[in-house]
């Protein structure tokens, strides 16, 4: 349960960094958010679950892992 409230966080903060650089990203960068915002709010959702399901807390934990990785391509894109 720590793990998935310490990735809660630095996703957290990723994508708060993320949203305040995205003035300066291209139409496709920002189509590429609009997704990224549908998987965050899958992410949210299945990371409740967690607390009363270890294989939907593993699915969450997966999601946002892959959320991460995009996370990053897009603040390199971005710098």
Do not use: C, N, P
């Given at each position: ?33 609009d997704e ?44």
């Open positions: 349960m720590a793990d998935i409230e310490k990735l809660f966080k630095d996703l957290k903060t990723a994508r708060d960094e993320l949203r305040l650089q995205l003035h300066l990203a291209s139409k496709e960068a920002e189509d590429e958010w990224l915002q549908e998987a965050w709010h899958k992410f949210l959702s299945r990371s409740e679950l967690d607390k009363s399901a270890d294989e939907v807390g593993e699915a969450a934990r997966e999601l946002g892992l892959k959320l991460k990785a995009a996370y990053d391509r897009m603040k390199q894109a971005i710098d």
